[in-house]
């Protein structure tokens, strides 16, 4: 059965080290060189991770596909397959399956303004969005990148961020609730006080995507659409239990949808339209 | 369409000589109630069962089977013993359940084991006559046009058979001989008053028309909870139902090497573990939630999905619900409010 | 590597528990070399008595001596797993079956006389007296289920023992429904594991694994009531391995019913 | 795990009795080179399960018996159901019989493949345990493995499940076995036969120790045929007395002892034997086959003085069982469509009535009483063969410790040398080992009035 959609793929381990406390960044890819270049997924989709004898779970991928040959995941230690994949060291080989899931339609972002909004642990699908606009950045209009985390400590990429402050070409807004170092030079707050930065916003011709927590979402949109922005122009990511990644197994159903095929990936209009999605 | 004739007193003998080809099941009385079961011995098959416990999907995608083996981190897929199977006497509502499950299956991202099975299993139909807990006809999967490979009108002292498939075809030509091939006008005619005749035998009527919009209304009926404070929990209507496919998946290893299986079985959404995400986040934690999910992903959102309901009018949950919880007890109080 | 240091330990029961892991005669080997077994008392005689990753209790507590031992044992033993409805409930030994204290229902059986060698209470589970990481409940245990799982905790794994109710695998076995031929069957409120054993011989399950994840009592009690059981026989049937906890569950819900 | 009490320096002790089933413990007093006290101390905790069936049905009551012991569940059950039946007048079919006896020899077959090959084997040999003898006699621990095996396929056949199996029940069975199954058993059965000719032969080359050596009294059951057997209603003893079962009490005389949870018991004032080797020295004359050979080859005189021999009997009855299930099977098999209707529990009991009912369990005869009113069980007595054992351990480990302190010039017992010690409790532990006491059973068997 040369086409099993479930049969994992063996993937080394090139590097990991911890972007948080209790969230670590894999970089893995294919044995085979060949192989690992025919890579080709979308910013949003997600991978089936699976460690022999202990099960699978589904991870967001955090790399972009402009820069092929390689995958990347912050995954944080939450549950039995995670905290058994903290144990592997690097060279060590997992499973790995997939893309799954619909992506982000980068399509739709052609030409158009892109407000990014990440909180907390959401900045791992939205890295690969912002990376991949990055990398095409003539295809897209101006981008807002908003990203709120809790603590200095506690902010994903925190580095890798700091440095695109000084692209001309993003407006980049860091964020934290409350800064404990002293030492912190961006905005404290929340993330929504980060909006009134937002200078001639062109609602129609915008797109906003948003990650986060869960009690992120409300407010984050209240002030998404304060702004006009369409409801189907609104995008998030959801997360629920997967057992198959590819709309079998049941588990991720809500009503007609399955998270897995049809989502995580969901339009605003989706989640109000949809009883139960958030 | 090929139709065939074959004598009714042949049908066994029929049956065994498809022993060539696989193995032979069909329905056999268990205590009051039937199963598929191997018919080893023809005089167990018994064609005026109503309904099996379990459905035809036991075959398809069985309780519990393996989906791979492995050792440390390579894994080789259990797709070889997979017997051929010729299922006798699957009923038409069952035969729409296997066209539903094939969509769900076999269309986008084609599930491998259900496939092998499912190339592996022949399916021979057979007509039914209803009790008062078949509902067929209100479902619209009283009749059958394709899904089988042979299918069976029992028609007194013979059997109607069309020929659904190149393997059902293959499948006559084993006995050629047992079969006739010209279909008389009276043939015909018989068969048109046995149609009337049946379709005046359903009893049940439950009628799922708008039930997307109804359930949609009812999304906070207080039915739900009146409902969930009744149903057990019990998952056997997930069992037993023809078009239920959910299923869940665990790594067997040995306690003294890494080698190791993993396993797929059945699962219900009426358990409380099976929107439980790791670090504890429930999404659907009330009893009352299951329930509504499970009925509305039946009748409300394969509508959306597939153009139409998950329901096949098989009576299975009204015959297994120890607390009375089926797709007619739901519909009637969603729609009668009480 | 070093291979994880378990014990096996009896407290007051049958020891089925044990005994069906000695009865994995197939898989016998590999349960010993995947491990250091260090204590087993009823298979083998060189026990020593150390630091433990992984404790395996079979029996329930009913006397000082084994109390003593739960609090020595606890602090050496990184993981405390119950095997059977004995050290996971309390077994059928607490069922308090008859009226009175539990003093008084010894005296009847045993006389006035104390004894020397222990002194003697009401059976109790283990996590009565010490945390306990891991239930495997069964009277007795399933070989299966233990086999899966103490692979899985010799490799560190958190135990996976699903309650999910005996119907879903009594359906799997295609028997049918004892609740509706109308006899007192626990199948719903009773945690799977089994492989529906009982309801596969026609016989209605009596509870031995204890309640089910999400054991609905009042619809059950309702059920039954319906089909003319009264409260005692219901009583008496969930009384036989529920264990206490279970039994002041049932009790109160049943109060509740009846308003 | 018992206390870590100190040793004394006039004592023998063996603080945890390992390779038995529950717990136990022995002392042995020595003052001035004489034996002065023999103490098998049973801490095991209490259950009461003499009070756990009052107030239930017959049919939960059944459920509830064979939790004393997972090692003789099978018995427990089998005992009850006679009792029962006895008490409340039902008539047992013969298809209900014959695969009670298949089930009755499952048990037979697993636990004493356990106990001679995996328990007691070990000492003669020189290893801790079964597991640890695979080094040098993996083919003869992997065939005493496949007779436990097939002993446990028997009884999950018969009764649903290798331990507290729940299917035979007063009245029958829930449900009787398929063709295939039985035929599987059969064709098992006669390949096993050689393997445990073979584990005979092992066993009897071993050397046993004789320190211990003591007149024995026996009793067993006395099978209705004269044939060997496992049940019946009278009892057979040594000094060639025969009592109907219903005089169980005044053959058991059960007392408490202060350093047991559980009582002891006496004949006529003298400890008394049941188990296999009873069984053997009583009726082993009535053995044919290829056990009946084994028998002739096997038995000696000391057979009535030695309890190490027990282990022996019990590998010649595992054989016996072999060689009677094929025939059994087959006239199962005749009636098999008969046997689903035979078989099948009739309703449950309501009667009233009282009686005792007793089967040879693998350690010996087992007897359970009842008395039931309108389908309720009000009262309950229960005797179990290790209770009526103890007293004999004790009496050969006072005889064995005389004679091994004498073989050493009746050193004291502080100036013993560590392996003098040691070989001395091992007779000891061999000698408790050899009756293969089943101790959580003899813990809870009071009578309630």
Redesign the interface.
């Known amino acids: 059965m040369a086409n099993n959609v479930y049969l994992p793929e063996p993937m080394r381990i090139v590097r990991r080290y911890d972007l948080i406390d209790d969230v670590r960044f894999f970089q893995v890819r294919p044995l085979e060189m060949e192989r690992a270049l025919q890579l080709n997924y979308l910013p949003g989709q997600f991978m089936m991770v699976s460690l022999a004898?202990?099960g699978e779970a589904p991870f967001s991928i955090s790399s972009t596909p402009s820069r092929p040959g390689l995958l990347e995941f912050g995954i944080r230690k939450v549950g039995?397959i995670t905290e058994?994949l903290f144990k592997l060291k690097e060279n060590e080989v997992i499973g790995v399956r997939g893309p799954f899931g619909n992506g982000f339609p980068i399509d739709k972002f052609e030409k158009k303004d892109l407000i990014i909004v990440v909180g907390g642990l959401g900045a791992v699908p939205l890295r690969s969005l912002l990376l991949y606009t990055l990398d095409n950045r003539d295809r897209f209009g101006r981008i807002f990148f908003l990203y709120g985390a809790r603590r200095p400590a506690e902010m994903l990429f925190r580095r890798e961020f700091m440095e695109l402050k000084s692209r001309e070409d993003l407006h980049s807004m860091l964020t934290v609730d409350k800064d404990d170092t002293g030492r912190w030079t961006e905005q404290v707050g929340l993330v929504t006080a980060l909006f009134k930065n937002l200078k001639d916003i062109d609602p129609q011709n915008t797109y906003a995507t948003v990650c986060g927590p869960p009690v992120m979402y409300k407010f984050v949109i209240d002030e998404i659409i304060k702004l006009g922005i369409p409801k189907h122009q609104i995008l998030m990511t959801l997360e629920r239990r997967m057992h198959c990644g590819v709309g079998k197994c049941g588990h991720c159903v809500i009503g007609s949808i399955y998270t897995c095929m049809d989502g995580p990936v969901f339009s605003y209009w989706d989640v109000m339209h949809m009883k139960d999605l958030i | 369409m090929k139709v065939l004739k074959l004598k009714k007193h042949n049908l066994n003998d029929y049956l065994d000589s498809l022993r060539v080809w696989g193995e032979v099941y069909g329905p056999v009385k268990?205590?009051?109630?039937y199963?598929y079961g191997q018919l080893d011995d023809l005089s167990k098959l018994d064609t005026k069962m109503l309904r099996?416990?379990?459905p035809v999907k036991k075959f398809l995608m069985p309780?519990?089977f393996n989906t791979f083996t492995f050792d440390e981190n390579k894994y080789k897929a259990e797709l070889e013993n997979i017997p051929n199977r010729i299922v006798f006497g699957v009923h038409p509502c069952e035969i729409h359940g296997l066209l539903i499950l094939d969509k769900f299956f076999l269309e986008r991202f084609p599930d491998p084991f259900y496939g092998e099975r499912r190339r592996k299993t022949a399916i021979l139909g057979l007509s039914c006559v209803p009790d008062d807990k078949c509902f067929a006809k209100s479902t619209n999967t009283h009749y059958v046009e394709s899904g089988f490979d042979l299918a069976f009108n029992d028609l007194d002292n013979y059997y109607l058979v069309w020929v659904g498939s190149s393997l059902g075809d293959d499948l006559v030509r084993i006995r050629l001989d047992l079969f006739e091939e010209d279909i008389k006008e009276k043939d015909l005619k018989h068969y048109m008053e046995w149609r009337n005749w049946r379709d005046s035998q359903y009893k049940l009527n439950v009628n799922l028309t708008a039930m997307p919009d109804i359930m949609e209304l009812n999304y906070s009926s207080p039915v739900w909870d009146e409902l969930g404070?009744?149903?057990?929990?019990?998952?056997?209507c997930s069992?037993?139902c023809p078009t239920c496919p959910c299923y869940n998946m665990?790594d067997?290893?040995?306690?003294?090497?890494f080698t190791?299986k993993r396993e797929r079985t059945?699962d219900?959404c009426m358990?409380?573990?099976f929107a439980l995400v790791a670090g504890g986040h429930n999404f659907r934690e009330a009893?009352s939630q299951r329930v509504r999910l499970w009925y509305t992903h039946k009748l409300k959102a394969f509508i959306t999905e597939f153009g139409k309901a998950a329901c096949i009018g098989c009576g299975r949950c009204i015959d297994?619900c120890?607390?009375d919880i089926n797709v007619k007890t739901v519909v009637k109080a969603l729609k009668g409010g009480k | 590597m070093n291979k994880p240091k378990v014990g096996f330990?009896?407290?007051?029961?049958?020891?089925?528990?044990l005994?069906?892991i000695?009865?994995c005669?197939?898989?016998?080997?590999?349960?010993?070399?995947?491990?250091e077994?260090v204590s087993?008392?009823?298979?083998?005689?060189?026990?020593v008595e150390k630091e433990l990753d992984i404790a395996f209790i079979d029996g329930?507590?009913?006397?000082d001596?084994?109390e003593?031992?739960l609090h020595e044992l606890r602090p050496r033993t990184k993981k405390v797993v119950c095997l059977g409805s004995c050290s996971c409930y309390g077994?059928?030994?607490a069922?308090e079956?008859?009226k009175g204290t539990w003093l008084k229902?010894?005296n009847?059986?045993?006389?006035k006389?104390p004894?020397?060698?222990?002194k003697?209470f009401e059976?109790k589970p283990v996590d009565a007296f010490i945390p306990v990481d891991y239930y495997l409940p069964g009277?007795?245990i399933d070989?299966d289920q233990f086999?899966?799982n103490?692979?899985?905790l010799?490799?560190g794994?958190?135990a996976?023992v699903?309650k999910?109710?005996v119907?879903?695998e009594?359906?799997?076995h295609?028997?049918?429904?004892l609740?509706?031929k109308d006899k007192l069957c626990l199948?719903?409120?009773t945690s799977a594991g089994c492989k529906a054993?009982?309801p596969?011989?026609?016989?209605p399950c009596?509870g031995?694994f204890g309640p089910?994840?999400?054991s609905?009592l009042?619809?059950?009690f309702s059920?039954l009531k319906e089909k003319g059981y009264t409260f005692p026989e219901i009583e008496?049937?969930l009384r036989?391995f529920g264990g206490v906890k279970f039994i002041k569950q049932f009790k109160s819900l049943w109060k509740k019913a009846q308003k | 795990?018992?206390?870590s009490t100190k040793v004394k320096f006039n004592q023998i002790r063996i603080p945890?009795?390992?390779?038995?089933?529950?717990?136990g413990n022995i002392t042995v007093e020595v003052l001035k080179g004489k034996v002065k006290d023999v103490k098998l101390?049973?801490?095991?905790?209490?259950?009461?399960?003499?009070?756990?069936v009052?107030?239930?049905?017959p049919e939960?009551a059944t459920?509830?018996v064979?939790?004393?012991?997972?090692?003789c569940?099978v018995s427990h059950r089998y005992a009850a159901i006679r009792a029962f039946e006895r008490a409340l007048n039902y008539k047992e079919t013969k298809a209900t019989h014959q695969l009670r006896t298949l089930m009755h020899y499952g048990e037979m077959i697993?636990s004493h493949a356990?106990h001679a090959f995996?328990?007691a084997l070990?000492d003669f040999v020189g290893y801790?345990?079964?597991?640890?003898m695979?080094d040098k006699f993996a083919p003869q621990i992997l065939k005493a493995?496949?007779l436990?095996?097939f002993g446990?396929l028997v009884m999950e056949v018969t009764n649903?499940?290798?331990?507290?199996?729940?299917?035979a029940?007063v009245g029958g069975?829930?449900?009787a076995p398929t063709h295939k199954q039985l035929f599987d058993i059969k064709w098992q059965a006669q390949e096993l036969i050689a393997d445990a000719e073979e584990m005979v032969e092992l066993l009897r080359n071993l050397s046993y120790p004789t320190s211990m050596e003591d007149g024995i009294v026996f009793m067993c059951l006395k099978p209705p045929t004269d044939q060997y057997g496992f049940v019946g209603d009278r009892v057979l003893i040594s000094t060639g007395e025969e009592h109907p079962i219903e005089k169980y009490k005044e053959l058991s005389n059960e007392r408490?002892v202060?350093?047991?949870?559980s009582k002891r018991c006496r004949y006529n004032d003298r400890p008394y034997v049941v188990g296999a080797l009873a069984r053997m020295n009583l009726l082993g004359e009535r053995l044919r086959g290829r056990a009946g050979e084994c028998f002739k080859r096997c038995y000696s005189l000391s057979w009535i003085r030695n309890p190490l021999y027990g282990n022996l009997a019990q590998a010649i009855e595992i054989l016996y069982s072999l060689e009677h299930i094929p025939q059994l099977i087959d006239s199962i098999l005749k009636k098999i469509k008969t046997l689903e209707t035979d078989a099948k529990?009739q309703k449950q009991p309501t009667g009233t009535g009282k009686n005792v009912g007793a089967v040879e369990a693998p350690r010996g005869t087992l007897y359970h009483y009842y008395e039931v009113n309108r389908g309720i069980v009000t009262g309950a007595n229960l005797v179990i063969p290790t209770t009526q054992n103890f007293d004999s351990m004790e009496t050969h480990i006072r005889v064995a410790a005389q004679n091994l302190l004498a073989n050493i010039e009746n050193k004291p017992l502080a100036a013993l040398t560590a392996q003098e010690r040691k070989d001395i409790e091992l007779i000891f532990?061999m000698i408790v080992r050899s009756y293969d006491p089943c101790i959580?059973c003899s813990v809870h068997m009071?009578e309630?009035k």
């Not at chain 2, 067997?252 to 090497?257: L, Y």
Request: a neutral charge; glycine letters at 6%.
């Open positions: 004898g202990v039995i058994e | 268990q205590g009051e109630k199963i099996t416990i379990l309780p519990k404070d009744k149903c057990l929990s019990c998952g056997a069992m037993v665990s067997q290893i040995r306690p003294s090497q190791g059945w219900s358990f409380k573990q009893r297994t120890p607390v | 330990y009896n407290l007051s029961g049958c020891s089925g528990c005994l069906t000695l009865n005669e197939n898989q016998l080997l590999d349960v010993f070399n995947g491990a077994v087993f008392l009823m298979a083998q005689s060189n026990n329930s507590v009913t006397t001596e084994q003593e031992f077994g059928v030994q069922m079956n008859e229902r010894f009847k059986v045993y006389g006389k004894f020397k060698v222990v003697p059976s009277c007795p070989a086999l899966y103490y692979a899985r010799l490799r794994l958190p996976d699903p999910t109710p119907c879903l009594c359906k799997w295609e028997n049918e429904c609740l509706l199948g719903p409120v054993k009982c596969s011989h026609n016989l009596i031995c089910a994840d999400e609905n009042t619809s059950e059920l008496r049937k036989l | 795990m018992e206390k945890a009795l390992a390779r038995v089933e529950g717990h101390n049973i801490p095991e905790g209490p259950r009461l399960f003499e009070s756990l009052i107030g239930k049905t939960e459920s509830i064979p939790r004393i012991c997972a090692i569940s697993e356990l995996a328990l070990p801790p345990s079964a597991i640890a695979v493995l496949k436990k095996k446990n649903a499940r290798w331990t507290h199996g729940e299917n029940t069975f829930g449900l408490v202060e350093h047991s949870t529990i532990e959580s009071v309630v």
